[in-house]
């Protein structure tokens, strides 16, 4: 694959969407399935709007979607790379802290 600058950008710009610590635990909590804004804001202990934010960027880098369901939007993981991409992370991570 070449990476040319419009790959790069896109990657530095997802690698930036998941540098804040409130949206990496979102991106972790949504590894397990869907979950609506008010679920996440429970688990965050955050305020909905602050939550809505996140997601909003999460969302514009491509790496949550969202679905309407009834009155509730529920919101997952774009893809199972991104799942792939976080998990290599948090096992590095891990493997680094136990040396």
Known sequence: ???????????????????????????????????????LAEKLDRHQ???SHQLKILKAARIVKSRKEGKSRLYSLADEHIYEIVDQVFTHVQEKESL
């Open 1 to 39: 694959m070449e990476l040319n600058p419009t790959i790069l950008e896109n990657a530095s710009n997802l690698f930036k969407a998941v540098s804040e610590p409130s949206r990496l635990t979102i991106v972790y909590l949504l590894s397990f399935g869907e979950l609506n804004v008010n679920t």
């Open 49 to 51: 709007s602050a939550v």
